[in-house]
């Protein structure tokens, strides 16, 4: 056969150079081209499907409409070449059948499971790639899986042939197989050439149209959001495709139908839609640009061209919080026929007009997120009288996600596959993406599309019941107790076991710091203090400090730690009825400052030895306030709950040192929990915070086996060589904020026997979260952990409904941890909890979280924040 | 019964959701929001209401009230 449409050029060449050979690609050849070169490769470069033919078929007779079908089709017969002037197609020789045909044939019967076998060859199959340069570009299999059951596979490079395309060479087949199977001349090849294509292509790039819709496109994308992705994780196209098949079942999908009808809508519009709502909440945006795989041949020669001709059109959504499910549709309906107008702009061009860098994924990234390519034929081909159904197997590459429907007959409802890149999702995060969106498709084909959609949740009920519930299973009934309860208990067992270490090396019992601590509370009883007041401490880290901490909690009324560098009575706290300090810090308090209690007046001694040594009486006050921290209120409660899991999580004994936090002041908890349990406290030497060498140095002389640090003193510490040293301490807690990966990576280096342990929490809700950091690869983000005891999280969207594992929202948290007062702005983040028991209160931490399959938390950034790299 | 010009513009209008004032006759349709899944819709209903035997390449190749009238054996 000769092929002068492929050897003759198109348009006018300079005479003076040699005309090339071949004829030049399409834009959209071009872009498959450039993707191969980008690195792509088959198997993701392949189209593929099978068709199920349940019949009689003369397998002769299917090969010799095969071969006459691609002998009609010449845009199938090319292989592709890079040239000086560019990457050229240039014809191919292809034999008949028996004689170089790429045709696969077996019979599959003796097979325990002949269909699964015949899949399993197919598969094996796309995995072999093609040789752009050899050719041909496209491969068949015919495998006989039953008496009256046969299985046709034809797999094509996507630079030659698209989804279209397939359905064409498809139809043509069947019709050419069955005309011979009568006996008949099969009518005239309706097939268009593949010059006709490319010559249109041209036209169109030389065309004012070309301008046009490149001005359309740019000021459409003016402004454009970064393109929004459910991945968790960046990375460049795949070789190979992930795919998820799954059906909307029929009923559901005629009601989907229903609902396009009753908003005058297509199907195709409201599962774009639907995909947009998906997206928008899973991403926490208002604005999501998907792209929408176009046909791109109404109106062309092409739609008689069984070749590649498909474009890829971004398609942009607004969806606010409290949008109708009819005003999304109404949305896609005028975006996709806007788009139809501008259809043929080619998406790589689109792409360079942009300046897209590759990589990024910011406002410079792609212009589009997932694809929806809906694909609303079923072919519905009889091989002289055998019915047949098509089943896609694979779509091309895939950069992030693409969502293909297909509307076949077979009385299944639509099937809607999710083709993801391997790279940047696993099979679990595909399979749940694809579950979620068939609920919420389900979900709206039931409800009113005129409702607001904030009320709808995209998780499904069973991981509303997984994130609310299973993940927040941390209820353990505690008794009412105070704080200070436990420390009397110890100093009455063992009075002479040792309480308290300082920096320069004195030591202090149980029965002593019990002792000192019941007279100065009873004096201050005496000044005031009772449940419901509030005493300010301003000390240095000291046994005074100490002794005041327990006095104070003795009497009832709250501790009020005060820096120097910080205020003692804030416009938000009530007023301490005095100030516990010391001559030496009493010179930085303000004047306003409230009656002072100087702990080194000598005058105080006298009167604290007349007051008895015995501990005081107190109420249970578990509702009181134990402390104030900068405004915010700890009740007893929270703190004794606070103090009760850790002792549960990593308990401590008697043998036990405990370093405090080398940082300004105490926190009162860990003061607290080792002389709750018998243990013995060490303080840090004013300063030590900001020297490692010191630190260490106190970790080794006073045999420490448990040290508290801020995150930040942390890595810190870890800068000194001196770490690696304290081999002693058998466990490090680190509380507060976020903890970066990167001390946790030298952490382990550094001492890789002792366990590192990350308490997460805001002031309002301290030490919530816990995590037991394990060595990891650097680089790799810290946790937040788990909730702790009677502790709940709620990761939440936009209309504050529960999101699903590895969707990222805003972190609020409940439970017996809650602050119960703080000051403005804060006090606004309180809310009532709408998932809790009556009456239960939660906090909005202005963290980004997602939850992980495991129920671990992880942090994502700040609200307000931009979110970080997917 | 056979189609008729005005019949075809109502129709088509109706799947596109638009007056049949505003559609013309001599434009391309898929500028004015016609799709596949459209262009199917009016295949099936001339087919089962006027016995019309049209395929959907046949409407989608040239699509334009005009050029479909005699595909459809329309008369003005």
């Not at chain 1, 041909?136 to 046969?150: E, I, N, S, T």
């Not at chain 1, 970790?699 to 040290?707: F, G, K, M």
């Not at chain 1, 939850?851 to 979110?867: A, F, K």
């Amino acid at each position: 056969m000769t092929l002068t449409a492929l050897n003759r050029p198109v348009g006018d060449a300079p005479s003076r150079h040699p005309v090339p050979a071949g004829l030049p690609l399409t834009a959209a050849q071009s872009a498959m081209w450039d993707a191969q070169a980008r690195g792509a490769a088959c198997p993701a470069l392949t189209t593929a499907e099978y068709l199920d033919i349940r019949g009689d078929l003369d397998p002769d007779l299917f090969a010799q409409a095969l071969h006459r079908t691609v002998a009609e089709a010449d845009a199938l017969r090319v292989r592709l070449v890079d040239t000086p002037s560019g990457p050229r197609q240039l014809p191919v020789d292809v034999g008949a059948p028996g004689h170089g045909f790429p045709l696969h044939t077996a019979d599959l019967r003796g097979e325990r499971d002949p269909q699964a076998a015949a899949l399993a060859w197919m598969r094996a199959d796309l995995d072999v790639p093609f040789d752009p340069a050899a050719g041909p570009l496209f491969a068949h299999g015919l495998l006989r899986v039953g008496d009256r059951r046969w299985l046709w596979y034809h797999r094509v490079h996507h630079a030659v042939l698209d989804g279209y395309g397939h359905s064409l060479v498809a139809r043509r087949v069947a019709d050419v197989h069955t005309a011979l199977a009568a006996g008949r001349e099969p009518a005239p090849s309706p097939f268009g050439r593949l010059a006709a294509l490319v010559e249109e292509d041209t036209a169109y790039r030389a065309s004012t149209a070309y301008e046009r819709d490149r001005d359309h496109w740019l000021r459409h994308l003016a402004g454009r959001p970064a393109a929004p992705t459910l991945a968790a994780r960046t990375a460049p196209p795949s070789p190979t495709t992930l795919r998820h098949s799954a059906h909307l079942d029929p009923a559901a999908s005629a009601r989907l139908r229903e609902l396009a009808a009753s908003v005058r809508a297509t199907w195709p519009d409201v599962l774009l839609a639907a995909q947009a709502l998906y997206l928008a909440r899973a991403t926490r945006s208002e604005e999501v640009v998907l792209g929408l795989p176009m046909m791109g041949r109404m109106g062309s020669v092409a739609l008689r061209v069984p070749g590649m001709v498909m474009n890829v059109l971004p398609l942009r959504f607004t969806v606010p919080a409290d949008a109708t499910f009819a005003e999304l549709t109404r949305q896609a309906d005028l975006g996709v026929r806007a788009a139809r107008r501008h259809r043929r702009y080619p998406f790589a061009d689109l792409r360079r007009d942009l300046g897209v860098r590759a990589g990024d994924h910011g406002p410079a990234g792609p212009p589009v997120g997932p694809h929806v390519n809906v694909m609303p034929f079923d072919y519905g081909l009889t091989f002289a009288g055998a019915p047949s159904e098509a089943h896609n197997l694979a779509a091309g590459p895939v950069d992030d996600l693409s969502v293909n429907v297909y509307d076949r007959a077979d009385g299944s409802g639509l099937r809607i596959d999710f083709d993801a890149n391997p790279a940047r999702y696993d099979a679990a995060e595909v399979a749940a993406h694809q579950r979620r969106f068939l609920h919420l498709l389900t979900r709206l084909a039931d409800g009113d599309p005129h409702r607001p959609l904030s009320q709808l949740p995209l998780a499904t009920d069973e991981e509303r019941e997984r994130v609310l519930e299973e993940f927040n299973d941390t209820a353990v009934a505690l008794p009412p107790t105070t704080l200070v309860g436990p420390v009397e208990a110890r100093a009455a067992r063992t009075p002479h076991a040792t309480a308290l270490i300082t920096a320069d090396g004195r030591q202090l019992t149980y029965g002593g710091l019990n002792a000192r601590a019941n007279r100065l509370a009873r004096h201050l009883t005496g000044l005031g203090l009772r449940p419901g007041t509030r005493a300010a401490v301003a000390l240095p880290p000291s046994t005074d400090l100490v002794v005041a901490l327990l006095a104070v909690l003795k009497t009832g009324a709250a501790y009020v730690p005060a820096a120097p560098a910080h205020p003692v009575s804030g416009p938000h706290d009530a007023a301490p009825v005095c100030v516990l300090t010391d001559t030496a810090t009493r010179a930085a308090l303000p004047d306003a400052a409230p009656p002072a209690v100087v702990l080194d007046d000598p005058r105080l001694t006298d009167a604290l030895a007349r007051q008895l040594p015995t501990d005081p009486g107190r109420a249970l006050t578990p509702q009181d306030p134990a402390y104030v921290l900068q405004g915010v209120v700890v009740p007893h409660s929270a703190a004794d709950n606070r103090l009760r899991w850790l002792q549960d999580a990593y308990p401590l004994e008697p043998g036990d040192r405990v370093l405090t936090g080398a940082g300004p002041g105490l926190s009162a908890c860990e003061v607290l929990w080792p002389l709750r349990e018998g243990a013995t406290l060490v303080l840090a030497a004013p300063g030590a915070h900001q020297d490692p060498a010191k630190t260490a140095r106190a970790i080794r002389e006073h045999a420490v086996t448990t040290a508290h640090f801020a995150p930040s003193a942390l890595a810190l510490f870890l800068d000194g060589p001196e770490a690696a040293g304290c081999t002693g301490l058998r466990r490090v807690l680190c509380s507060g904020d976020v903890l970066p990966h990167e001390p946790v990576h030298r952490f382990h280096r550094a001492l890789p026997d002792t366990a590192l342990h990350h308490h997460y929490g805001p002031a309002e809700a301290a030490g919530v979260a816990h995590h037991r950091c394990a060595p990891a690869a650097p680089g790799t983000p810290v946790p937040l952990g788990r909730p702790v005891w009677n502790t709940r999280f709620y990761v939440l969207d936009a209309a504050r409904q529960p999101c699903p594992p590895g969707t990222t929202g805003e972190l609020y948290v409940a439970g017996a941890q809650l602050a119960t007062n703080c000051p403005q702005p804060e006090a606004e983040r309180f809310s009532d909890d709408p998932f809790g028991p009556p009456g239960s209160r939660m906090y909005r931490t202005g963290d980004l979280a997602r939850w992980r399959e495991d129920g671990e938390l992880e942090h994502r950034g700040r609200t307000g924040d931009h979110p970080l790299a997917p | 019964m056979a189609l008729t010009l005005e019949q075809i513009r109502a129709d088509v209008a109706d799947v596109l959701g638009e007056d049949p004032a505003d559609i013309p006759g001599d434009e391309n349709l898929v500028d004015y929001g016609l799709d596949s899944v459209r262009i199917m819709t009016l295949v099936e209903r001339w087919r089962r209401e006027h016995g019309t035997e049209v395929t959907f390449v046949d409407l989608a190749e040239k699509p334009a009230i005009e050029q479909w009238a005699p595909l459809l054996g329309a008369r003005a």
